[in-house]
């Protein structure tokens, strides 16, 4: 079993920053992939960036340029830097991985979630 456990989301006006973790606990094998999710109110959960083991990642149209997701692998934390942050931003954002163990093949684990809210 795996645990995630994220923070650092919060409420800033528009064009600010935020900075986001999950960190990952528990009998963990290897993570491949680590990744951000986020779902607004009233609408479904869309990809928001994921990065792989090696450092390869890929973002979402509407955050590029604007989102850096990194990882510490040493830590097993994945971390999101949020810039220039707009009110479309405002969503619970979501932790999630895929863990490959002995009895964990590729299985994805989901964090709580995190609110971010952006003022206008």
């Known amino acids: 079993q795996v645990q995630l456990v994220e923070s650092g989301g919060g409420l800033v006006q528009a064009g600010g920053s935020l900075r986001l973790s999950c960190a990952a606990s528990g009998n963990i094998f290897s993570i491949n992939i680590m990744g951000w999710y986020r779902q607004a109110s009233g609408k479904q959960r869309e990809f928001v960036a994921t990065?792989?083991?090696?450092?390869?990642?890929n973002y979402a149209r509407s955050v590029k340029g604007r989102f850096t997701i990194s990882r510490d692998n040493a830590k097993n934390t994945v971390y999101l830097q949020m810039n220039s942050l707009k009110p479309e931003d405002t969503a619970v954002h979501y932790c999630?991985?895929?863990?490959?163990?002995?009895?964990?093949?590729?299985?994805?684990?989901w964090g709580q979630g995190t609110q971010v809210t952006v003022s206008s």
């Open positions: 990065i792989s083991s090696g450092g390869s990642t």
């Open positions: 999630n991985v895929d863990h490959w163990g002995p009895s964990d093949y590729g299985k994805d684990y």
